[in-house]
């Protein structure tokens, strides 16, 4: 069975903490919005068709004749599935908490650009933007980076504390991917202070069953997106 | 077993959707910070203990040995274990599903009063929250409730279509109650569009399993939390 993943066709955004764990679990999957002659019309298209369980925004999966929404959540099913999280039930409570954790980060990083309004542009709320990223730079970096070092100094290597990693640590990999990508002049003084959160992303970035994916030109750059690189928003 | 909710003392927060489903769950529990003798000084020192699985911020649970943290994790095990959830994988992953999307509109609440830091008071970043405000009056309350009332449409009564509540009734229930004391003009002006969710809000406020709890005194104003009456946020 080959699952549906719609997102929007030309942005990593959120799709791509789904792409990973499907990519690296070997799970087949077709990307609706990027197949030929399709586009974010077709998206939005699917995104106004009845269904008994409508998303409120991509990404979701269609899976199982289930129609899945919120990163989070699809993740959630992936894992139990597909063997990307933990067996017991402690262990899958505890991998999802640390995705949602994930997430109020990932919100908080595009916030950054967009602390106004979702529907502005960039250049209308840059004074903004500014201020509000000079918080994330100084307080919530720090805060959430040594929240996740101080997880990973407990374990063995991977955050869910196994043998083999778990979707939340490709998420977090691509989580600090996107930092080093919109912010390298603060990740560049701070990373020292996150060994095990960089080796992880090192780790990750190495696993084995991801380079077919890193390799193929489907992962897509940063761009206008979750992470976005504005040099005035970074400082050391 | 009693389970030990841990929380700000003093506000709602994010707390209240947990308490919600306790209450409602008639789930024996008690909230550590507001017992005689503890303040929010102890839940301090409590998040600073070593655990295997740290909590990143409050709201977190002590269950069953486990230390649950994120409001919409807490509530995937409650719903699963006492039955405030639909039985079906299909159905868990939907009530999951509406809670995170629940959070992110808490999220945007919040950020109305706070749209540059969380740490800075409000009377610093007036000028940003009117214009955050404005944003979410306008655009972002009716996304949110016009989905919501989407989803009504198709059910008969409450969220997951079945014949009792779930846990995501209680925490919609919630949300309107916080849209409706922080923004009373605009919610005044489109209530009227989302008849469903409105009658969802009178169904939750109506629970016989939530009228002790709601004349016990125990429920916390709002204040000085997510939803807040700053008069300048709101318009019609």
Known sequence: ???????????PG?????????????????ERAREPGASDDALIADMRAERAHPPFAPPYLVADEMTLGQ???ILLFLGEKHGLAPDSLEGRL?????????????????????PVSSSDYYEDQK????????????????????????????TSAWLADGERW?????????????????????????????PNVMALHAR??????????????RRLPFGECIFRQYRELDAP
Do not use: C
């Open 166 to 194: 778990t979707y939340v640590d490709l998420s977090l990999f691509h989580l600090v991917d996107g930092l080093l990508y919109a912010f390298p002049k603060r990740m560049g003084t701070v990373a020292s202070h996150y």
């Open 1 to 11: 069975m080959t699952y549906d993943l719609w997102y929007w066709e030309s942005i």
């Open 71 to 73: 990163t989070a959540n």
């Open 14 to 30: 959120r799709g791509e903490f789904v792409r990973l764990a499907l990519e690296a679990g070997g799970i087949p999957y077709r």
């Open 127 to 154: 004074g903004e933007a500014a201020r509000r990223a000079r918080s994330f730079r100084e307080e919530r970096i720090p805060k959430f980076l040594s929240y996740f070092e101080r997880v990973l100094a407990g």
């Open 204 to 217: 990750v970035a190495a696993l084995p069953e991801l380079q077919p994916y890193f390799s193929s030109g």
């Open 94 to 114: 505890w991998v999802n908490q640390l995705q949602l954790t994930i997430a109020d980060m990932v919100t908080e990083a595009h916030d950054t650009h967009h």
